[in-house]
Nanobody
Framework: QVQLVESGGGLVQAGGSLRLSCAAS????????MGWFRQAPGKEREFVAA????????YVSNSVKGRFTISRDNAKNTVYLQMNSLNPEDTAVYSC????????????????????WGQGTQVTVSS
């Protein structure tokens, strides 16, 4: 079982930055691919970024490319999402997700690819 707890959300002005953290419990964190998703009111859950278990391979969606960066610290069982140049369209609840280890070292973009989810943290960007 893996438990995920996000933090770092809040209210920020357009153009500002936030860094989200996702702390994971469980011994399998370093073997798990991780992802960040977001969901705005009235919208479908949207993939944001993913990172392989080693941290060597990352992928971000086109909507955040060049602004958001995903990273992880396996020694701290934590994955991060650095968000720069935020705009009001980034307002959403951001959730991290973990995949049951399968021996692979790649990234995954679909919600169904992940097995554990955090409760989410609210990010609000004012104009």
């Amino acid at each position: 079982q893996v438990q995920l707890v996000e933090s770092g959300g809040g209210l920020v002005q357009a153009g500002g930055s936030l860094r989200l953290s996702c702390a994971a419990s469980g011994r399998t964190f370093s073997s798990s691919g991780m992802g960040w998703f977001r969901q705005a009111p009235g919208k479908e859950r949207e993939f944001v970024a993913a990172i392989s278990r080693s941290g060597l391979i990352t992928y971000v969606s086109n909507s955040v490319k060049g602004r958001f960066t995903i990273s992880r610290d396996n020694a701290k069982n934590t994955v991060y999402l650095q968000m720069n140049s935020l705009n009001p369209e980034d307002t959403a609840v951001y959730s991290c997700a973990a995949r049951i280890p399968d021996g692979g070292d790649t990234w995954y973009t679909g919600p169904a690819d992940y097995d554990y989810w955090g409760q989410g943290t609210q990010v609000t960007v004012s104009s």
